[in-house]
């Protein structure tokens, strides 16, 4: 007997047919499929879990009655009675990776002393604890997203209730519904039209991948810059995988193929990242950098969305343009455009247009109610002196309120294919990424756990000597040090923590504060080296497309860029759009 098993990398469940003996399937250790063709929503997975191969090597489907039992009942697996092989099975790097996260945490807890509570020393270990475990991927990264909520309560850093309430708030119910929103267009085809199009435009006559790279980095900035990165990413991905679908796949894919999708999925996580900080609705970094400005300071002019415009687009520009050039000087060889043309011919890529016919009702509703959801995102709050519709509910109403409300049209208006049909049903939300989900939630708990623990007041104390730098230093420094703790934490909660504590340094040091505060919530959306360091980068990295080594390539010339080309226009354009060479 045989047993096929799945490997559950994220979200994505990848059929790998490795055939186990009895005695192995007991210690098998599984690796990737690399010959596996999938995109990000996972359309075509299929789902064995402890099927039986027949006797021509081919899974037995299970039964969808819940009765059905999920393991094997017959020809039970007899146990070898080998301790050798028991040994064996224990010592595997996988095994040492589990055990190094408890046991750094336990090292920290009984070794490292502060001069803070002991709460602060046990959230530094659960760190450790979790950051281990996200590295080394011992084990799956939303099992370890759910961490919090059984280490939190054991720590005693926070309540168990208090814990399950990050992983559902605000901007996990504007993920939801964006996600929600994203199947739908992923379902009507509506993701490859415009893969279609774009490529059309973009491509040349001959094929040109540079400028086709630059098109699809483009739009995906430019969507960016209205809705979060996330859902930004996460819409423009199927987009891309749609175009790099049309390459070869697995062991035939040619270098040039393969170094050209590496540059489609990084350009779109990257991008969407860049594009966020155009605008003041693109991100939640920006909208909590504009909270504090308000709460600290209320009688200073605020700061309005044309004013976060005129520095943030500039700024933006310069950090996309150096990374389409990195991304082009990277992967896209001078030969590049001959290998690819043979794939993505211009005429072809027509008559395939062409196939898809008109759009359907169902394809125009969905991009109507995408529309408004961005329009009602866009106007909810603008700026003090037109408030936006949100002023009509008191404030109550947030971004997660509308993207929960346009998605749940998505189940009441027809499709007008089927009589009774509408243009969204549940088991299409099956395949919904909650691995994006739970690490969203892992992300918001972190950041109220170290704020309660007391662990950040003790960084708050390590970043005094900020102190004694020259502003000329200053600028680059703090923005380095926000992109460097932005990959271990959240955006949000990056710019949460480090924000208040720049206000200090800017009142001691006699300098405006948004000379600092900007810096650093700006340095926080540089989360361009892990997976972890934002949701957008597990958007590219589940896609199968790209690896840790390829994020930190791309990742450290582009952070380098930013900062610099933040520290000189933080004195120069910023001083005249902000107005930081008065007072405040």
């Not at 299929?46 to 090597?57: E, L, R, T």
């Not at 059984?150 to 309430?165: E, H, K, Q, W």
């Not at 394809?363 to 995408?370: R, Y």
């Not at 980068?537 to 896609?543: A, K, R």
Request: net charge neutral; hydrophobic share 50%; aromatic share 10%.
């Amino acid at each position: 007997m045989a047993i096929i098993r799945t490997l559950v990398i994220g979200e994505l469940l990848w059929p790998c047919h490795a055939v186990l003996t009895e005695r192995e399937s007991l210690s098998y250790s599984l690796t990737g499929c690399k010959g596996c063709d999938t995109d990000f929503f996972g359309s075509s997975f299929v789902y064995y879990q402890g099927s039986k191969m027949n006797g021509d090597h081919t899974p037995n489907p299970i039964s969808d009655d819940p009765k059905t039992p999920l393991l094997p009942v017959n020809n039970p697996i007899q146990r070898s009675p080998s301790s050798h092989s028991f040994t064996t099975s224990l010592l595997t790097p996988n095994n040492f990776y589990i055990l190094l996260g408890p046991l750094s945490c336990t090292l920290i807890c009984l070794l490292v002393k502060l001069d803070a509570p002991v709460t602060s020393v046990y959230m530094l270990a659960i760190l450790a604890w979790m950051f281990s475990w996200w590295f080394t991927e011992a084990v799956p990264m939303p099992v370890t997203s759910m961490a919090p909520l059984f280490l939190f309560p054991l720590f005693g850093i926070a309540s168990a209730d208090s814990v399950a309430r990050s992983f559902m708030d605000d901007v996990i119910a504007l993920v939801l519904g964006s996600f929600i929103l994203a199947l739908a267009v992923e379902h009507y085809n509506i993701h490859r039209r415009l893969a279609l199009n774009i490529t059309m435009l973009f491509c040349g006559d001959p094929l040109n991948p540079p400028l086709l790279l630059l098109g699809i980095c483009a739009t995906t900035a430019f969507v960016s810059m209205w809705m979060h990165n996330v859902a930004a990413a996460v819409i423009m991905m199927p987009v891309a995988t749609g175009i790099l679908h049309r390459l070869p796949m697995g062991p035939t894919q040619s270098d040039v193929a393969s170094k050209f999708c590496k540059a489609v999925v990084l350009g779109v996580i990257y991008s969407a990242a860049i594009g966020g900080m155009s605008t003041l609705t693109g991100t939640g970094v920006n909208l909590i950098l504009v909270g504090m400005w308000k709460s600290y300071f209320p009688e200073a002019n605020p700061i309005s969305f044309n004013t976060w415009f005129f520095f943030g687009f500039p700024l933006a520009l310069v950090i996309f343009f150096a990374l389409w050039a990195i991304l082009c000087l990277l992967y896209c060889s001078k030969g590049s455009g001959q290998v690819l043309s043979a794939y993505l011919d211009k005429a072809h890529l027509k008559s395939e247009l062409e196939m898809l016919g008109p759009m359907a009702f169902a394809e125009k509703m969905i991009l109507a109610i995408f529309g408004t959801l961005i329009v009602l995102w866009m106007t909810r709050s603008i700026t003090d002196d037109i408030p936006g519709w949100g002023a009509l509910f008191n404030g109550l109403a947030g971004d997660g309120t509308v993207s929960v409300m346009m998605a749940t049209l998505l189940f009441i208006i027809p499709n007008k294919k089927q009589r009774g049909e509408k243009l969204m049903d549940w088991n299409k939300c099956k395949k919904l990424p909650w691995n994006i989900v739970l690490l969203l939630g892992a992300g918001f708990a972190i950041a109220d756990g170290v704020k309660s623990s007391g662990l950040a007041e003790v960084l708050s104390k390590a970043l005094d000597f900020l102190e004694e730098v020259p502003y000329l230093a200053i600028a680059p420094l703090v923005c380095l040090i926000s992109a460097t703790i932005t990959e271990f934490t959240s955006n949000n909660s990056t710019t949460t923590l480090v924000v208040p504590l720049l206000i200090q340094i800017a009142k001691t040091m006699h300098v405006h504060p948004l000379l600092l505060m900007i810096p650093g919530a700006i340095g926080a959306q540089f989360s361009f080296l892990l997976p972890t360091g934002t949701p957008s980068n597990i958007v590219g990295f589940t896609t199968g497309h790209i690896e840790i080594k390829d994020m930190i390539k791309i990742g450290v010339p582009l952070k380098i860029v930013g900062i610099a080309a933040l520290s000189l226009l933080m004195p120069t354009l910023g001083a005249y759009v902000f107005g930081t060479d008065g007072e405040v």
